[in-house]
């Protein structure tokens, strides 16, 4: 393994076709202060960059403090002449592989639905991950990773990516590991889904006999995270998530998970809403909040995060009307897409009306052990 170099390293790379030499530079973050030392560099870039709410210094700097907070990580930032054009930040990680321990960097991607391999504009994604696979050996002599892996990519991130590991003759893994699962407004609006509407209606029904009064949709976008604190919205969200599913679950797997995901939520509402991005659908009986989305709302596409609901109601299946009155929301404010993010689940499949692959990227940096 090669020896690992703590201090910053600037290469010079000529990409094909770009007629620009860029510089790589590569830092360690070895805790707060570094990482609050690079924060205006990595946010300079977000506001040019394709809006995803994972591709921000927000999102990595709060996966790390709350997911990996003693792993050390890697900036790795792509100049050009004028400045910055594109930056990453990843992780070191060690695995098995045959009778040797193997460190490799990767993203990331903890809580995300997609995360690009770099915070770039469009137009220079494929020259900057030119730029990155090219300096794969320069990567392995400054951090000693002898692997790099993306996970949580999109179809037209790992093409793109793929097409410069195959142009640079580096061996990769390409691996679909999930799938998007999307609800499209218009054919969910056109084929008018009887079956789900019927039940929706009949839970509605006994909903509205069990308690004399009927479910109301509330619905806010945008810069509204006072507008919800007034409405008492969070301590709702508080009190559903403790006895949500999704935190039985994760406190089962590990002590302190269920409140480390509740966390990454609850810090990031306020960046969420002044970005201009939180969309909350919340079911209400009455002054009661039975069932709530939080989403992110970005350019006609609506991301799914967290769905909860009171197990009381259970049997008249809240979360799934609040879902339905959600998505006729949606169609009548013009939105694209909705989309669940996560695992793909039967359940998500069922509203679904298309699923896109989600791939994880490995690929070799160098090292006798640096294979796949």
Same mark, same amino acid.
């Given at each position: 393994?090669?020896?690992?170099?703590?201090?910053?390293?600037? +290469?010079?790379?000529?990409?094909?076709?770009?007629?620009?030499?860029?510089?790589?530079? +590569?830092?360690?973050?070895?805790?707060?202060?570094?990482?609050?030392?690079?924060?205006?560099?990595?946010?300079?870039?977000?506001?040019?960059?394709?809006?995803?709410?994972?591709?921000?210094?927000?999102?990595?700097?709060?996966?790390?403090?709350?997911?990996?907070? %003693?792993?050390?990580?890697?900036? +790795?930032?792509?100049?050009?002449?004028?400045?910055?054009?594109?930056?990453?930040?990843?992780?070191?990680?060690?695995?098995?592989?045959?009778?040797?321990? +193997?460190?490799? !960097?990767? /993203?990331?991607?903890?809580?995300?639905?997609?995360?690009?391999?770099?915070?770039?504009?469009?137009?220079?994604?494929?020259?900057?991950?030119?730029?990155?696979?090219?300096?794969?050996?320069?990567?392995?002599?400054? /951090?000693?990773?002898?692997?790099?892996? &993306?996970?949580?990519? /999109?179809?037209?991130? @790992?093409? %793109?990516?793929?097409?410069?590991?195959?142009?640079? =003759? &580096?061996?990769?893994?390409?691996?679909?590991?999930? @799938?998007?699962?999307?609800?499209?407004? $218009?054919?969910?609006?056109?084929?008018?889904?009887?079956?789900?509407?019927?039940?929706?209606?009949?839970?509605? =029904?006994?909903?509205?006999?069990?308690?004399?009064?009927?479910?109301?949709?509330?619905? /806010?976008? =945008?810069?509204?995270?006072?507008?919800?604190?007034?409405?008492?919205?969070?301590?709702?969200?508080?009190?559903?998530?403790?006895? %949500?599913?999704?935190?039985?679950?994760?406190?089962?797997?590990?002590?302190?998970?269920?409140? #480390? %995901?509740?966390?990454?939520?609850?810090?990031?509402?306020?960046?969420?809403?002044?970005?201009?991005? !939180?969309?909350?659908?919340?079911? #209400?009986?009455?002054?009661?909040?039975?069932?709530? *989305?939080?989403?992110?709302?970005?350019?006609?596409?609506?991301?799914?995060? &967290?769905?909860?609901?009171?197990?009381?109601?259970?049997?008249? $299946?809240? $979360?799934?009307?609040?879902?339905?009155?959600?998505?006729?929301?949606?169609?009548?404010?013009?939105?694209?897409?909705?989309?669940?993010?996560?695992? @793909?689940?039967?359940?998500?499949?069922?509203?679904?009306?298309?699923?896109?692959?989600? *791939?994880?990227?490995?690929?070799?940096?160098?090292?006798?052990? =640096?294979?796949?």
């Amino acid at each position: 393994m090669s020896r690992q170099s703590e201090t910053a390293t600037h +290469v010079e790379t000529r990409l094909a076709g770009s007629g620009k030499r860029w510089r790589m530079d +590569v830092r360690p973050l070895n805790g707060e202060t570094d990482w609050r030392n690079c924060r205006a560099e990595v946010e300079a870039l977000e506001p040019a960059v394709a809006p995803n709410p994972w591709a921000t210094w927000h999102h990595l700097h709060l996966a790390w403090r709350l997911a990996f907070p %003693s792993a050390k990580c890697w900036l +790795v930032m792509l100049n050009s002449h004028d400045g910055p054009v594109a930056a990453g930040i990843f992780r070191e990680e060690e695995s098995r592989r045959s009778i040797k321990t +193997v460190k490799t !960097l990767r /993203t990331l991607d903890w809580s995300t639905s997609n995360l690009p391999p770099l915070i770039v504009t469009p137009e220079r994604a494929a020259a900057a991950y030119c730029a990155l696979v090219r300096r794969a050996g320069q990567l392995h002599r400054t /951090t000693g990773a002898e692997l790099f892996c &993306l996970h949580q990519q /999109t179809e037209s991130h @790992a093409d %793109s990516l793929c097409m410069a590991l195959a142009e640079a =003759g &580096l061996p990769f893994r390409r691996l679909q590991t999930s @799938a998007s699962q999307i609800i499209e407004t $218009g054919p969910f609006k056109a084929e008018n889904p009887r079956n789900k509407s019927r039940n929706v209606r009949r839970n509605e =029904g006994k909903l509205c006999d069990a308690y004399k009064t009927s479910p109301v949709l509330f619905r /806010t976008r =945008g810069q509204v995270y006072e507008t919800a604190a007034q409405e008492g919205i969070w301590d709702d969200l508080d009190r559903l998530w403790r006895q %949500s599913w999704q935190n039985a679950y994760l406190e089962s797997l590990e002590p302190g998970a269920g409140a #480390k %995901s509740f966390a990454y939520f609850y810090e990031s509402l306020k960046e969420w809403s002044r970005r201009q991005w !939180l969309d909350i659908a919340a079911l #209400k009986l009455g002054p009661r909040v039975i069932a709530i *989305y939080i989403n992110l709302a970005i350019e006609g596409k609506v991301w799914l995060l &967290l769905t909860l609901y009171d197990q009381q109601l259970e049997t008249y $299946g809240v $979360g799934s009307i609040n879902l339905y009155k959600m998505l006729v929301d949606s169609t009548a404010r013009g939105d694209r897409e909705l989309d669940f993010g996560g695992e @793909a689940t039967e359940w998500k499949r069922r509203w679904s009306t298309t699923e896109r692959p989600v *791939y994880q990227i490995e690929f070799a940096l160098g090292g006798p052990f =640096g294979r796949l």
